[in-house]
């Protein structure tokens, strides 16, 4: 079965501080894994893509990493701001027959505070 | 956000009547989506878009409907079969498996 789980459910750190976010995946045949951010009643935004190749990608303060032998990501936030308090979404995408699904983890809900 | 609007932001409907929610992009994407979004579950899929005049079922299709008649609109109407409707409701597009784009939301109360 197809699946993204991610870990921890939710994370309060302090402003300035350093934080990691874990993806683990169980789906075939692997195409793409993004990272994305939801503010509280907003859309998702894209943070970062990668493919089978990839084992990192950096997008500002954030940056990600695959590990496609383990199927484990992870996206590892530096030095905190108040405004990175969002839940953050890590989504697999497998290719089957010439269409493709997107595979949603229930995201990591991330504090920053003061 | 980029280029998808979803209107209205709040929708309150009461129970039993149907109710149409607005998807609409200008990225020229041939594909798009509806998504549900439920406190602590990851984003489940309604219906999905890869060309005009078609569509096919998501995993969670029953009590909903689609059109798609035009390549950038892909509204979705929400009704009174599906049991438990309130909820977030997303729509994206995509050009490529590499990229999907989300819409702002639709947050749907109904009682």
């Known amino acids: 079965k197809n699946q993204v789980e991610q870990s921890p459910q939710s994370l309060i750190i302090l402003e300035g501080k350093n934080c990691t976010l874990q993806c683990n995946y169980t789906v075939s045949p692997f195409s793409n894994l993004r990272w994305y951010k939801q503010d509280t009643g907003r859309g998702p935004v894209s943070l970062t893509i990668?493919?089978?190749?990839?084992n990192t990608k950096s997008n500002g303060r954030y940056t990600a990493t695959l590990d496609a032998d383990t199927k484990q990501s992870s996206l590892h936030i530096t030095a905190s701001q108040l405004s990175d308090s969002a839940s953050y979404i890590c989504v697999v995408s497998a290719r089957t027959s010439g269409t493709y699904k997107y595979i949603f983890g229930t995201g990591t809900r991330l504090k920053v505070l003061a | 956000d980029g280029g998808i609007t979803q209107s209205p932001k709040y929708l309150f409907r009461k129970e039993g009547q149907n109710v149409t929610l607005s998807c609409e992009q200008n990225l020229n994407h041939d594909a798009m989506y509806w998504y549900r979004q439920d406190p602590g579950q990851g984003l489940r899929l309604i219906y999905y878009?890869?060309?005009?005049?078609?569509?096919q079922k998501g995993d969670i299709a029953e009590g909903y409907s689609v059109s798609r008649e035009k390549k950038e609109s892909f509204p979705l109407t929400v009704t009174s079969a599906q049991k438990n409707p309130t909820a977030f409701y997303l729509c994206?597009?995509?050009?490529?498996?590499?990229?999907?784009?989300f819409g702002p939301g639709t947050r749907l109360t109904v009682t």
């Open positions: 878009s890869q060309i005009v005049n078609d569509f």
């Open positions: 990668m493919t089978f190749s990839e």
């Open positions: 994206a597009s995509s050009m490529t498996e590499y990229e999907q784009y």
